[in-house]
């Protein structure tokens, strides 16, 4: 049985770089998981933990919950804005914050940006404080991304091909795991 991973895209841009890697990483793990891509991000409310706390939650939310819930695991591929995380991801992350959704969930950490350091600091940080498992072989900054990918959204730089091959290869294996 092939196992299911949830794909988040850090960025709404329509044609992203970060879309791009997801969708290449789809295609290096066909036979290995099935990749669901989220493309909700941008339709997310902020996140309000009165909200939260009261049960009112919006439906979006408890759907992205639930993906996140089901899903044998989670890949995000985000850019850097400003040295940190774009603010639609972390919302989405967010609203997982009173849940376990992440709790023990295998989870691949991609940054590609322009630089991406410190947004991948960041985002190691969250993920370790919802618990989720991304050991150092489930995470990957990918700096000059744009530089790495074609006009077609293909991986050119060999050796960020042979990073991703690895990634995907270090993810396969740690959703058997589970």
Known sequence: MKRK???????TRKDSVNLQIIKAIADLAINRFDVEIYNDLASLQHFNPDIDKDGSIPEIVLELRCKIKDADGVLICTPEYVFSLPGSLKNAIEWTVSTTVFSDKPV????ASASGAKAHESLILIMET?????TPKLQLLISGARAKLNSKGEIIDEITLLNIKELVSNFAATLVTI
Request: proline share 0%; aromatic share 0%; with cysteine.
């Open 5 to 11: 991973v949830l794909a988040i895209s850090g960025s």
């Open 108 to 111: 691949a950490l991609i940054t």
């Open 130 to 134: 919802v618990q989720a498992r991304c």
